[in-house]
T-cell receptor, first 114, second 109 residues
Framework: ETGVTQTPRHLVMGMTNKKSLKCEQH?????MYWYKQSAKKPLELMFV???????ENNSVPSRFSPECPNSSHLFLHLHTLQPEDSALYLC?????????????FGDGTRLSIL | GQQVMQIPQYQHVQEGEDFTTYCNSS?????IQWYKQRPGGHPVFLIQ?????EVKKQKRLTFQFGEAKKNSSLHITATQTTDVGTYFC?????????FGAGTTVTVRA
């Protein structure tokens, strides 16, 4: 399934680096999401965008900064991360925010903080 | 806030056997969705339940939504090696999905 594409697939960075994760969806969806997936923990919703407007910021530290330039693209800008931020970061999209819509996930970016 | 709990966390199944994974919410849900994540993969949508007491089947998978819309179950019959992976339930309140921690299934051939 190539509906939601994430790059890079793997990222290793130091705590003082600045990097960005990219997500692109080819499904014509209007809503996009960032999730954090850590071992043995539930998927944590980080940010929600609908029609390029942020509708949810789930108490995420400011070292994570999302950007949604259009309905097909979503970025997650990273700076001065901590070791506990190492995780799989998943992007997802859905047709819209209405309750009946399933979410389509990308393959994720495996992030390791040194 | 809303919490969705899943049990068991791990399920080791002999090929050919049946098993059930359970999902419980602290609040009433608008609907519940189930996803499957294969090892090294991403969550893939399986099904959505909306109505109180609803039961849906997909081949060997049977999904059920509780009468109070606070719990759900996934029952797999005659487990196969292709069933390996982590099964997540996700409960929806408003536009937000809250995911359970998942049940990770391994299969002994």
């Amino acid at each position: 399934e190539t509906g939601v594409t994430q790059t890079p697939r793997h990222l290793v960075m130091g705590m003082t680096n600045k990097k960005s994760l990219k997500c692109e969806q080819h499904l014509g969806h209007n809503a996009m999401y960032w999730y954090k997936q850590s071992a043995k923990k539930p998927l944590e919703l980080m940010f929600v965008y609908s029609l390029e407007e942020r509708v949810e910021n789930n108490s995420v530290p400011s070292r994570f900064s999302p950007e949604c330039p259009n309905s097909s693209h979503l970025f997650l800008h990273l700076h001065t991360l901590q070791p506990e931020d190492s995780a799989l970061y998943l992007c997802a999209s859905s047709q819209d925010l209405s309750w009946g819509q399933p979410q389509h996930f990308g393959d994720g970016t495996r992030l390791s903080i040194l | 806030g809303q919490q969705v709990m899943q049990i068991p966390q791990y399920q080791h199944v002999q090929e050919g056997e049946d098993f059930t994974t359970y999902c419980n919410s602290s609040t009433t849900l608008s609907n519940i969705q189930w996803y499957k994540q294969r090892p090294g993969g991403h969550p893939v949508f399986l099904i959505q339940l909306v109505k109180s007491g609803e039961v849906k089947k997909q081949k060997r998978l049977t999904f059920q939504f509780g009468e109070a819309k606070k719990n759900s179950s996934l029952h797999i019959t005659a487990t196969q090696t292709t069933d390996v992976g982590t099964y997540f339930c996700a409960g929806r309140v408003d536009y937000k999905l809250s995911f359970g921690a998942g049940t990770t299934v391994t299969v002994r051939a």
